[in-house]
């Protein structure tokens, strides 16, 4: 992660030496001074005047956008190309809206993986018209995700796991499985 800091040749916007009082214009030591300060808050007054660009994902500076990632809850690899990891922050704010369904399952998985999923599930509801009578279907909830991938060792099972229980109801099982396509 890179810092923030001084930048070679980084003018000031407002130069101090000239806002001094007119008995400190001609100081030659008083101007030096603050012409290192200058140096100092030129980085600070840049990044000040760009701050709509560093609040956007798909401007910002690489390691400020991993740190807007977890201002929105998103967990990012840093394997993944940069724009890949702009992506998933910027689709955040969608992706939380659609949490918990199988379409929001499926956009998840394919921003973490590049895959397009098959995603089922064992639905919404179960009703009985006979009152008392056992409900029909399956008694747990479930979802599945299906990738079909070129190469099956590519693709971390575990963790494609881990994407997919982060994105559903606690209570519903899951299950992952990655075949050749």
């Known amino acids: 992660m890179s810092e923030r800091g001084l930048v070679p040749g980084l003018a000031s916007p407002f130069p ?15 101007q030096r001074f603050v012409a290192a ?12 005047d760009c701050m ?16 807007l990632a977890g ?8 394997n993944w190309p940069l724009d890949r990891q702009r992506d998933v922050i910027v689709k955040a704010v969608q992706l939380y809206s659609l949490r918990g369904t ?22 919404g509801t ?13 008694g747990r909830p479930w979802v599945k995700v299906t990738l079909g991938v070129g190469d099956p060792a590519a693709v971390d099972p575990r963790r494609v796991a881990a994407v ?18």
């Open 71 to 78: 201002w929105v809850g998103v967990s990012l690899d840093e």
């Open 102 to 123: 199988a379409r929001g399952i499926a956009e998840l998985v394919r921003l973490y993986v590049g895959v397009e999923p098959q995603v089922s599930d064992s639905g």
């Open 52 to 67: 709509p660009a560093y609040l956007d994902p798909r401007l910002a500076p690489s390691d400020f956008a991993a740190w």
């Open 37 to 48: 300060l200058d140096r100092v808050l030129a980085p600070a007054i840049a990044t000040l």
């Open 126 to 138: 179960a009703v009985s018209v006979t009152p008392g009578e056992a409900l029909p279907g399956s």
């Open 16 to 30: 101090l030496g000239g806002m001094l009082p007119a008995i400190f214009q001609g100081d030659e030591l008083m």
């Open 164 to 181: 997919v229980a982060s994105a559903k109801p606690g209570h519903v099982r899951h299950e992952v499985e990655v075949l050749s396509e």
